[in-house]
């Protein structure tokens, strides 16, 4: 009686080819990502374990053309072990979350489970031979996540990344996607969308925030967009990611002398927007008429100084409460970024908020 397969051995002779040859997928819609690897604490000092682990990471197109996203993720085991077995070990790194996907599958080849992050329920045992299929895959996605099928609706989902997906964490790829599925779903309410982004120290939040405008911009709903900051070295440490995302001059640091009214995307202190001469307007309201801004964000909006939350609040609600109605944007998306700490006993890492 030959031994039974081990989970590599599982994976290559079962399960890839059921997906593969069965229910449609393609092979490269099976995509390994490796997860960041944990910190452990020893003697009051940090030190990160050699390498994390490797999920397996179903990715499809939400339409035609459109940017391949997470859908699931399968947790294999081998094959002697019952399909469930290594579910648990998934709940426990919530494994979804750290991807932003709904959906968990758990399977040995031969049975699966479908464990929902949102709701908790495992289904029951079904054979690989119903597992779901890429197109059933997709509309189950967009329901859990309660989003229109309608490519237009989508396009801010479904543009590809200007830098193509590899330069962004796989963490940082979920919460650009959580922003924006939540974005999709208050335009489609009629209300302004307003999203925060909770994200660990260090996460990488500028690129996140870059990433994301771009995505705005190309998708039609973002003309000029303020990124909004309470110290100089926030704002000199982020240009870099933002010029590396906005080519050329469309992404500038406003001073008192250049309010960088071309550029696509400004860059600027509270310091700056609310300087001005005794008596006389602000910087931001001297230059900046309302509704110049379709986006803005707010780096570190936990944090801001006492004495700048005013000027916050100036620059968000001047700014939308007089923009002018079109086509592509008729409500505005001010948006925040929040730069916080997130721990889970000795593991830190970027998680994508639920937003």
Request: overall charge positive; charged content about 25%; aromatic content about 6%.
């Amino acid at each position: 009686m030959p031994a039974p397969r081990n989970e590599a051995q599982t994976r290559f002779e079962l399960i890839d080819p059921i997906l593969i040859d069965q229910r449609g997928w393609q092979r490269t819609d099976i995509c390994p990502e490796e997860t960041l690897p944990k910190i452990d604490v020893v003697y009051g000092t940090g030190q990160r374990r050699p390498a994390g682990r490797v999920d397996y990471v179903l990715r499809r197109p939400l339409c035609a053309g459109g940017e391949p996203v997470p859908l699931a993720i399968i947790e294999a085991t081998r094959e002697d072990l019952p399909p469930t077995h290594g579910l648990q070990q998934g709940k426990g790194y919530q494994r979804g979350h750290l991807h932003h996907v709904a959906l968990v599958f758990a399977t040995n080849g031969h049975l699966f489970v479908q464990y929902d992050e949102e709701s908790g329920l495992t289904s029951e045992e079904r054979p690989m031979s119903e597992f779901p299929t890429p197109d059933e895959l997709v509309q189950l996605h967009l329901a859990k996540r309660q989003l229109s099928s309608d490519p237009t609706a989508l396009a801010l989902l479904t543009q590809p990344y200007a830098q193509g997906r590899e330069y962004l964490r796989y963490y940082q790829d979920a919460a650009v996607r959580a922003a924006a599925e939540k974005i999709i779903r208050q335009m489609q309410a009629g209300c302004a969308p307003r999203v925060l982004l909770n994200l660990a120290t260090g996460a990488g939040k500028t690129r996140i925030a870059a990433a994301l405008l771009r995505k705005l911009v190309d998708a039609g709903l973002c003309g000029k967009a303020l990124f909004l900051c309470d110290r100089t070295e926030l704002r000199d440490n982020g240009i870099g990611d933002f010029q590396a995302v906005f080519e050329g001059n469309n992404a500038a640091v406003i001073s008192t002398r250049e309010p960088q009214k071309n550029a696509k995307v400004l860059i600027g202190t509270y310091q700056t927007l609310d300087h001005h001469e005794k008596g006389g307007p602000t910087f931001f309201s001297k230059n900046y008429p309302p509704g110049f801004f379709d986006v803005i964000v707010i780096d570190e909006c936990q944090g801001a100084r006492r004495e700048h939350r005013g000027a916050r609040r100036g620059c968000v609600q001047r700014d939308a409460a007089r923009r002018p109605a079109r086509a592509r944007d008729a409500a505005g998306i001010p948006a925040a970024a929040h730069r916080g700490t997130h721990r889970r006993g000795a593991d830190s890492r970027g998680f994508p908020c639920r937003v």
